[in-house]
């Protein structure tokens, strides 16, 4: 029910309204800065006008209407060629809000809020500058709470989304609705960005916190954003599969101590089940389109994780067989190195093994890639060799949860002396 | 590109979602209906839930009353609001559904086919929570 003294609906309307109201003011200001500045005016209104009218039929539409009114009194006022209106006639968008936000056009929304995670992309942009950019203007996140996510300070935040902002601004965004070619492309270049997002959540580039729920959380709200409008788009089912089969994992991927746990030490019971199910729906969904994608095969492969109800029950044959399709369409050191886990389910460690050998000029600064060797040397009982690959993970280690998980295979390595080969899981959960 | 086929499902054996099939139709079209046809597609439907509910499949079904028996709860400016009438007035309405346990999408689809009845809609939607309650569901009016 509507409550006029607890706010937090207005809130959640303006938050959840932000990617398509922005989008359209982009598009019709076809500048950032001005986009947004209506947007916030918009907010402010809202807040003043919601509170006593109760909510519009169609936020959305209201914030655009608002917005739009005031960037151009705004535009109007600074080129002084016409009068100022009159304040009665901004205020009182009420009663002409119902005709006013059917006029505006629907069908250009979902090219809008793409357009809008579009331009955050820019090739020119690191990684974590598109996701800053994107967290900032896309999901309306503070600076502040950016800040916090990569744990920089708030001013050196600023100063990097100002930069980013400034790189964008002077691209050329191209504001046709895009024809079915450009749309594929930007979906695809926004798709791997959001996983950006996801992965930055899921395991930390840097910092002292391993897994950053917050992140994963808004990879995840965009995920579905984008798949609400494009609801047939096998990838991005794929991808938002594939976030949430990894995030449902996220209660029992840390123990207590910050300890990263094991996919195969894992409390499962611990494991999201909502989200499994939802994740599972939608690989079921993908996969009957067979048209074999990147992100479908990986949500394919976490689904199968994620229904083993003890990590003995896993199907290591139909992993592999994912794997080499993973590995037919990207064709990386990194799913070739994952493979080598599933192989060595399946073959065992020698032929895992075999498979990492020629990976190691390509992985040679990779944390993973130690991690896999080295776990893999101490199941054959090659114990100095072992020793000699958790001795460069460590070094290579992002954070200091990954170089405590290998200390403790160290520790193990250390107790067990270079007695007989013994089975370690050797993959990350 | 000479791979390994996507298998079609990624179920593990054993593995089970409960699926609701939503009927959505015209009720201006399903009132206008005879008594004869009317029950013709109720035996029909209760054909296929029977081979159904025969593997021990079938969970809940319900066929809704029509939507001039509705009446329907808002949040107002205020205070909440109690209107005469269905949630929003749409070119087809739900009228029943089927919950089904079914080991994949495939499965499920495959009653939704059987299930439909000239231009009538189903949606196959997978359940998130379901509790089946205390209520004997066998007859509505009691």
Redesign the interface.
Known sequence: ??N?QDLTWIDAALTSARPQAVGALLRYFRDLDTAEEAFQEACLRALQKWPV??PPRDPAAWLIMVGRNFALDEARRKNKQQELPDDDVISNLDDAEAPLAERLDNSQYRDDVLRLLFICCHPELPNTQQIALALRIVSGLTVKEIARAFLVSEAAMEQRITRAKRVVSNADVPFEAPGAPERAERLATVASMIYLVFNEGYSASGGDVHVRVPLCEEAIRLSKLLLRLFPAEGEIMGLTALLLLQHARAPARLDANNNIVLLEEQNRSLWDQ?MI??G??L???A??Q?R?GPY??QA?IA??HA??KRPE?T?WK?ID??Y??LE??TASPVVTLNRAVAVSKVEGPEAALAMIEPLAARLGGYFHFFGVRGGLLMQLGRADEAREAFDRAIALANTPAEAAHIRMHLDRLQKDGATAPRHRPTSVG | MGQTPLPLSIRTKGSRMLYAIICYHSEAVVNAWSKEKDDAVMAHHQEVLGKIAAKGKLGPTARLMPTTTATTVRPGRQQLTVLDGPFAETKEQLLGFFIIDCESLEEAIEYAKQLVVDEGVMEVRPVMVSNTGVLNFGSAVR
């Open positions: 029910m509507t006029t009218n109760g909502n199910g939802e599972l729906a690989v079921d969904k996969l009957r067979r074999v479908q095969v394919a689904a199968l229904q083993a029950d199907d139909q067989q994912l080499a399709v037919s369409l």
